[in-house]
């Protein structure tokens, strides 16, 4: 409904402003709206830093599926493209993980409403929706993200954070810490290494 809204004054705007001189003038609310609407969009620093993201990257892998056993690996590979003039980017990694084939999509983002980083995130080992959200550190490069997810071990919403850092322009990395099945405290349980192929 409030992206009805939104359209609806940007409609009138344009039509407004094709019209002769004599058309009628936006009213003070619907100007506001229109103020509002163009903040929103407004591309800043944040969505900069997510274009660093944009390439074609390959992927170390490691992580645990039970924390009594070893750390597996797997070599994926990472393409992400900016989308909408750069407000997004889309990460689509594939590869192979515990024998079976692999692909996910991510897709990265900075709420200029809320003041934070947003992202979703789907595989094909699940049919749930993760979606989180992050706030940056002082040097902008450190993104600590708290994302909700279907757990199908419980079949209830469970919480995971992760930590995103861009080490350099061609290297960085994804760690996520969760609470294992029939553990009490916090662990990593998995992190990826990106080196931007030339």
């Known amino acids: 409904m409030r992206i009805m809204r939104v359209i609806a004054v940007m409609a009138l705007f344009i039509t407004t402003a094709a019209m002769a001189d004599d058309a009628p003038k936006m009213s003070a609310d619907q100007q506001a709206m229109m103020e509002r609407a163009a903040k929103a969009a407004k591309l800043g620093p944040q969505h900069e830093a997510l ?3 944009a390439g074609d990257w390959g992927c170390t892998v ?4 039970d924390p009594a056993q070893p750390w597996q690996e797997a070599t994926t ?3 992400t493209a900016s989308l909408l003039d750069g407000r997004y980017v889309q990460e689509t ?3 192979e993980m515990m024998g079976q084939p692999f692909t996910g999509i991510a897709v990265y983002g900075y709420d200029n409403v809320i003041g ?3 992202s979703t995130w789907i595989d094909n080992f699940g049919t749930g929706i993760m979606k989180s959200e992050g706030t940056a550190d002082a040097s902008g490069n450190v993104i600590t993200w708290v994302g909700t997810m279907s757990d199908p071990m419980t079949g209830k919403p469970a919480k995971e954070r992760m930590v995103s850092t861009m080490i350099d322009d061609d290297h960085r990395t994804l760690e ?3 609470v294992p099945p029939g553990a009490k405290k916090e662990m990593k349980m998995m992190r990826i290494e990106y080196s931007r192929k030339r």
Do not use: D, E, R
């Not at 490691?62 to 599926?65: C, I, R």
């Open 176 to 178: 996520m810490f969760g």
């Open 51 to 53: 274009k660093k993201w």
């Open 116 to 118: 934070k980083y947003v």
């Open 93 to 95: 990694s594939t590869g």
């Open 62 to 65: 490691k992580f645990l599926v």
């Open 77 to 79: 590979t990472a393409n």
